[in-house]
Nanobody
Framework: QVQLVESGGGLVQPGGSLRLSCVASGITFSLYTMTWYRQAPGKERELVASIISGSTTVYADSVKGRFTISRDNAKNTVYLQMDSLKFEDTAVYYC????????WGQGTQVTVSS
């Protein structure tokens, strides 16, 4: 079956960095658009960054210039490098694979706090 497993979340101070990873299995990874979403307490889930099967990327305005999405098709892995983290980046971050069907990971908590 399809599995998306995120890792790399944690507690970081404002201005710090984290790198999230999401390993996919059960899909032909290179054919899928991979997207990171996040959901903060009391808020709706929002798109953070997306990378299409090649190298085309899309970012939310709130993270442009601070976050970088990338993928390694040989490792079935998508990454989210998060720099200059802010309090408002605190959320559960979810990995999502999209093609004909959409699959979700279980999420990883990112907390930005001093």
């Amino acid at each position: 079956q399809v599995q998306l497993v995120e890792s790399g979340g944690g507690l970081v101070q404002p201005g710090g960095s984290l790198r999230l990873s999401c390993v996919a299995s059960g899909i032909t990874f290179s054919l899928y658009t991979m997207t990171w979403y996040r959901q903060a307490p009391g808020k709706e889930r929002e798109l953070v960054a997306s990378i299409i099967s090649g190298s085309t990327t899309v970012y939310a305005d709130s993270v442009k210039g601070r976050f970088t999405i990338s993928r390694d098709n040989a490792k079935n892995t998508v990454y989210l490098q998060m720099d200059s983290l802010k309090f408002e980046d605190t959320a559960v971050y979810y990995c999502c694979s999209q093609r004909v069907r959409t699959y979700w990971g279980q999420g990883t908590q990112v907390t930005v706090s001093s």
